[in-house]
C-alpha cells in the first residue's frame, strides 16, 4: 500500500506539544546559562542521554533550569506527571532545533500517560494528534526533538518513535517494536505533514516488465548486459573506464579497503552475496587520502547480490531520503558487477552496457534511456541517473 506523505493540512506537527521554537527554520532561542546541577557537571541521568543522543546529533549546552526558554511549555509533561522525575533541554544548531529530555521513574507509567493524553485529545475531537510523534523512546530516557531532521538522525540509534494514535502509519520496511502499554507502536519512521520525515519505501521503481510501452526501453529490445568469464577477463572489458591497469589486486586484505571517500556495496564475505571472484582498482590509502576505489565482482548468484545490494541501498536511503555520495553503485552485467561511485566511471561502463541496479522508490527513466527488468522485485535496471544523465 503507497504511503501517503501528505496527511490532512490540519494534522500537527505532533513534537508531543506545542513545542517552543517547534518551527523548523526558525533560529533557536538563547539558551540559558546551565544550572549548577548534575545537567552542568556532566553527571546523573540527564548528562547519561545526553552523551547517548551526541552519537547521532548534536545535542549542546545541557541545561535543566524550568526557566530555560528553550523548555518546552504547552503540553510538555512538567515533573512528577507521567513519572518524569527530572526534565532538561540541549540544542541541535546544525538541524536548528532543541531537544527536550525526561528522565521517567517508570518507562510503563510514561507510556501510560502519553496514550492517555493523545487519545484525550483525539476524542476532544483533535483527531490527527499525534500522527507526526516526536516522542523518542530511549532506555531511561525521552527525547522530544523539535526539528525533524534532529528526529532522523536520532531513528538511526536505538530510540524509537512512540505512536498511540490509532490511525498513525508504520509503513512497510520500517521497524516495529512492541511498547509497555497496548494499541500504541514503536518504530524507526518518523512521519512529516510537509514529507521531510521518512521516505516513502513501499512505491517501488517503475516496473519494466511486460507490456509495450517501456519508458526508455529499446524498441528493438534489450541491448543485452556483458558478461566476463573471470576477474582477468572483467579487468580487461573495463580497463578504460577504470584505474585497474596499473593499480589492480586480487589481495584479500587490499580487496577489504575502504576509505572516507569510497564505500564499496558488497560488505563482508563475497559468497555471502553470491560473489565468487572479487578485485580492487584505484589507490588505496598510502599515506594520502585513496584515489579511484572501485571493486570488481564475478558474480554465481545474480539474485541474491540484487537481493543484498537492494537491502543496503534501502537502509541507506531511509537515512535520509538520499543515497551517500561516498556510496558506490552497483553495475551488473550478466555474470559479472561493479561497484563505482565515480559518475564519470560509470558512464564509461554504461557504453559497455553495464546497468546500475537501482531501488529508489517510484524511480522511472525518461525515453531514450534503459530501463530494464532486475534479478529481484522493486528494482531496475538502467543507464539513468538523474544526478548525473548521459549526455
Request: glycine share 10%; net charge negative.
Amino acid at each position: 500500500m503507497r504511503l501517503q506523505r501528505t496527511l490532512a493540512a490540519t494534522a500537527i506537527l505532533g513534537c508531543l506539544a506545542t513545542l517552543a521554537a517547534c518551527k523548523e527554520g526558525e533560529p533557536p532561542a538563547a539558551p540559558a546559562a546551565p544550572s549548577s546541577t548534575a545537567a552542568a557537571t556532566g553527571t546523573g541521568p540527564l548528562a547519561e542521554a545526553q552523551q547517548y543522543l551526541r552519537q547521532f546529533a548534536n545535542c549542546d549546552d545541557l541545561s535543566d533550569n524550568p526557566d530555560d526558554p528553550r523548555m518546552p511549555s504547552g503540553d510538555f509533561p512538567k515533573a512528577g506527571q507521567w513519572s518524569v522525575k527530572e526534565l532538561g533541554v540541549c540544542s541541535d544548531k546544525v538541524r536548528q532545533g532543541e531537544i527536550a529530555i525526561a528522565v521517567p521513574g517508570d518507562m510503563k507509567q510514561f507510556q501510560e500517560g502519553y496514550k492517555k493524553y493523545v487519545l484525550g485529545r483525539i476524542d476532544g475531537g483533535d483527531g490527527a494528534y499525534g500522527l507526526q510523534s516526536r516522542v523518542l523512546v530511549g532506555k531511561g530516557f525521552v527525547a522530544f526533538p523539535t526539528s525533524t531532521k534532529t528526529a532522523l538522525a536520532l531513528v538511526r540509534s536505538d530510540l524509537r518513535v512512540l505512536t498511540c494514535n490509532p490511525t498513525a502509519p508504520v509503513p512497510e520496511g520500517y521497524k516495529r517494536e512492541k511498547p509497555l502499554v497496548e494499541h500504541c507502536n514503536l518504530s524507526d519512521f518518523v512521519g512529516s505533514e510537509d514529507g521531510s520525515g521518512s521516505p516513502n519505501l513501499v512505491a517501488t521503481p517503475q516496473d519494466p516488465a511486460g507490456g509495450s510501452g517501456k519508458p526508455g526501453q529499446p524498441k528493438t529490445g534489450s541491448l543485452g548486459l556483458p558478461r566476463a568469464d573471470s576477474i582477468a577477463e572483467l579487468r580487461q572489458l573495463v580497463g578504460n573506464s577504470l584505474d585497474c591497469e596499473q593499480h589492480f589486486s586480487t589481495d584479500p586484505a587490499a580487496v577489504a579497503i575502504k576509505s572516507i571517500d569510497y564505500a564499496p556495496v558488497v560488505e563482508g564475505s563475497g559468497l555471502d552475496w553470491g560473489v565468487t571472484g572479487r578485485a580492487l582498482c584505484g589507490q588505496p590509502a598510502t599515506g594520502q587520502r585513496a584515489r579511484d576505489l572501485s571493486w570488481l565482482d564475478t558474480v554465481g548468484n545474480m539474485k541474491l547480490l540484487q537481493t543484498k545490494a537492494k537491502a543496503a541501498q534501502l537502509a541507506d536511503y531511509k537515512d535520509d531520503g538520499k543515497l551517500k555520495q561516498t556510496a558506490s553503485r552497483l553495475l551488473v552485467g550478466e555474470n559479472i558487477a561493479v561497484e563505482t561511485n565515480s559518475p564519470s566511471s560509470r558512464h564509461g561502463l554504461y557504453q559497455l552496457q553495464f546497468l546500475y541496479l537501482n531501488c529508489i522508490p517510484g524511480f522511472s527513466a525518461p525515453s531514450g534511456y534503459r530501463l530494464e527488468k532486475s534479478s529481484v522485485d522493486g528494482c531496475v535496471l538502467t543507464n539513468y541517473e538523474p544526478d548525473h544523465p548521459l549526455d
